[in-house]
């Protein structure tokens, strides 16, 4: 069975936003080389020792990685229920690209106790979402 052009064009989009998501999940580890999140926790918080920087770091990926994780399962949903041609997949598919949305936004606008922002702005921007 063909899908019509609409369904088409919106599977096209979905798989991008799946692209996205499991990219900005992936971004966080390769950051693990470059230690921009460790140095972020680090400048925001100067007493913290070593340890207690590795340890808010793990934990920051451990969150985003689960975020990333519902975020692929959810867009590898919404494009399941597009090739199946159910009726609530454009409207669903639109509350959960508004939900990644906001969720990447909360990783860029939210600062922490320390005033700074919770994610350096090279990770708040490609965050899981």
Do not use: N
Not at 35 to 59: C, M
Not at 77 to 83: N, Y
Not at 115 to 128: I, M
């Amino acid at each position: 069975m063909t899908q019509p052009p609409h369904a088409r064009r919106l599977l096209a989009a979905m798989y991008v936003g799946l692209a996205l998501t499991v990219l900005a999940t992936i971004a966080p580890y390769i950051d693990r080389g470059t230690h921009l999140l460790a140095d972020h926790i680090r400048a925001a918080y100067p007493s913290y020792l070593q340890a207690r920087v590795d340890s808010a770091v793990t934990t920051c990926l451990v969150v985003m990685s689960v975020i990333g994780a519902l975020g692929v399962l959810a867009w590898l949903t919404m494009a399941w229920a597009v090739k199946a041609g159910k009726r609530w997949a454009r409207p669903a598919a639109t509350v959960v690209f508004m939900l990644g949305t906001s969720v990447g936004l909360a990783g860029l606008l939210t600062k922490d106790t320390s005033g700074a922002t919770g994610l350096p702005p090279e990770l708040g921007w490609a965050g899981p979402g």
